[in-house]
Protein backbone atom coordinates (compact mmCIF):
# COMPACT_ATOMS: atom_id res chain seq x y z
CA UNK A 1 0.00 0.00 0.00
CA UNK A 2 1.12 3.86 0.14
CA UNK A 3 3.84 4.35 2.34
CA UNK A 4 4.06 8.07 3.95
CA UNK A 5 7.14 9.59 5.91
CA UNK A 6 7.20 12.99 7.57
CA UNK A 7 10.67 14.64 8.34
CA UNK A 8 12.13 17.67 9.67
CA UNK A 9 10.31 18.74 12.97
CA UNK A 10 12.56 19.35 15.93
CA UNK A 11 12.58 22.70 17.78
CA UNK A 12 12.26 26.17 17.07
CA UNK A 13 11.34 29.75 19.13
CA UNK A 14 8.66 31.97 19.01
CA UNK A 15 8.88 33.78 15.56
CA UNK A 16 11.47 31.21 13.56
CA UNK A 17 11.05 29.06 10.85
CA UNK A 18 10.69 24.73 9.95
CA UNK A 19 10.23 23.11 7.05
CA UNK A 20 8.66 19.84 7.17
CA UNK A 21 9.12 17.29 4.21
CA UNK A 22 6.67 14.36 2.64
CA UNK A 23 7.79 11.65 1.04
CA UNK A 24 4.74 9.06 -0.42
CA UNK A 25 6.05 6.53 -2.06
CA UNK A 26 5.74 3.68 -4.36
CA UNK A 27 4.30 6.00 -6.24
CA UNK A 28 2.89 9.59 -6.38
CA UNK A 29 -0.49 9.48 -8.61
CA UNK A 30 -1.60 12.43 -10.13
CA UNK A 31 -4.86 11.54 -8.38
CA UNK A 32 -3.84 12.82 -4.92
CA UNK A 33 -4.29 15.37 -2.43
CA UNK A 34 -1.44 15.98 -0.28
CA UNK A 35 -2.50 16.86 3.58
CA UNK A 36 -0.55 18.31 6.52
CA UNK A 37 -2.66 17.91 9.47
CA UNK A 38 -1.52 18.67 13.23
CA UNK A 39 -2.76 17.37 16.48
CA UNK A 40 -1.47 18.97 20.44
CA UNK A 41 -2.08 17.53 23.11
CA UNK A 42 -5.13 17.22 24.36
CA UNK A 43 -6.79 19.22 21.55
CA UNK A 44 -8.69 17.29 18.36
CA UNK A 45 -6.44 16.82 15.13
CA UNK A 46 -6.62 19.86 12.69
CA UNK A 47 -6.12 20.52 9.43
CA UNK A 48 -3.25 22.11 8.13
CA UNK A 49 -2.85 22.63 4.36
CA UNK A 50 -3.86 20.37 1.50
CA UNK A 51 -1.63 20.49 -1.84
CA UNK A 52 -3.57 18.45 -5.28
CA UNK A 53 -0.50 17.10 -6.78
CA UNK A 54 -1.70 17.23 -10.50
CA UNK A 55 -2.05 20.83 -10.64
CA UNK A 56 -0.10 22.58 -7.52
CA UNK A 57 -3.50 23.82 -6.44
CA UNK A 58 -3.88 24.57 -2.23
CA UNK A 59 -5.60 25.10 0.25
CA UNK A 60 -4.42 26.66 3.99
CA UNK A 61 -6.33 26.46 7.37
CA UNK A 62 -7.10 29.97 8.57
CA UNK A 63 -4.56 30.04 11.54
CA UNK A 64 -1.43 29.00 8.88
CA UNK A 65 -2.40 31.52 5.81
CA UNK A 66 0.52 33.76 5.11
CA UNK A 67 2.56 31.76 7.22
CA UNK A 68 2.89 28.44 6.08
CA UNK A 69 3.47 27.57 2.42
CA UNK A 70 2.91 24.11 1.10
CA UNK A 71 4.16 23.06 -2.02
CA UNK A 72 5.44 19.93 -3.98
CA UNK A 73 8.94 18.28 -5.45
CA UNK A 74 7.60 16.68 -8.52
CA UNK A 75 10.93 15.08 -9.91
CA UNK A 76 11.18 13.97 -6.07
CA UNK A 77 7.74 12.74 -5.57
CA UNK A 78 7.78 15.04 -2.14
CA UNK A 79 5.40 17.50 -0.73
CA UNK A 80 6.94 20.45 1.93
CA UNK A 81 5.56 22.76 4.23
CA UNK A 82 7.54 25.45 5.32
CA UNK A 83 6.28 27.13 8.40
CA UNK A 84 7.22 30.76 9.28
CA UNK A 85 6.86 33.08 11.99
CA UNK A 86 6.32 30.60 13.89
CA UNK A 87 3.71 30.75 17.26
CA UNK A 88 3.29 28.85 20.27
CA UNK A 89 -0.03 26.92 19.39
CA UNK A 90 1.67 25.36 16.39
CA UNK A 91 3.13 23.21 19.07
CA UNK A 92 2.12 19.88 17.85
CA UNK A 93 3.00 16.43 16.27
CA UNK A 94 2.29 16.92 12.07
CA UNK A 95 1.10 13.97 10.14
CA UNK A 96 1.11 14.11 6.51
CA UNK A 97 -1.85 12.22 4.78
CA UNK A 98 -2.77 10.89 1.27
CA UNK A 99 -6.23 11.42 -0.30
CA UNK A 100 -6.82 9.26 -3.22
CA UNK A 101 -9.19 10.52 -4.70
CA UNK A 102 -9.09 14.11 -4.79
CA UNK A 103 -12.03 15.04 -6.52
CA UNK A 104 -10.73 18.20 -9.65
CA UNK A 105 -14.77 19.53 -9.79
CA UNK A 106 -14.18 21.03 -6.10
CA UNK A 107 -11.86 22.61 -3.74
CA UNK A 108 -9.42 20.69 -2.48
CA UNK A 109 -10.86 18.16 0.76
CA UNK A 110 -9.66 19.33 4.30
CA UNK A 111 -11.61 16.25 6.20
CA UNK A 112 -9.57 14.02 8.17
CA UNK A 113 -11.74 10.86 6.77
CA UNK A 114 -10.94 11.81 3.52
CA UNK A 115 -7.33 10.73 3.58
CA UNK A 116 -6.64 7.08 3.60
CA UNK A 117 -2.98 7.31 4.36
CA UNK A 118 -1.11 8.34 7.17
CA UNK A 119 2.42 9.01 8.53
CA UNK A 120 3.34 8.66 11.80
CA UNK A 121 3.76 11.98 12.75
CA UNK A 122 7.15 14.26 13.81
CA UNK A 123 6.81 16.50 16.47
CA UNK A 124 6.92 20.48 16.08
CA UNK A 125 7.92 22.58 19.21
CA UNK A 126 7.77 26.11 19.26
CA UNK A 127 8.94 27.60 22.82
CA UNK A 128 9.39 31.17 23.69
Known amino acids: QVQVQESGGGSVQVGGSLTLSCAVS????????IGWFRQAPGKEREFVAVIRWRTGLTLYADSVKGRFTISRDVPGERVNLRMNTLEYEDTAVYYC?????????????????????WGRGTQVTVSS
Open 26 to 33: PYMYASYG
Open 97 to 117: AVDRNTDNYRPPRREARSFED
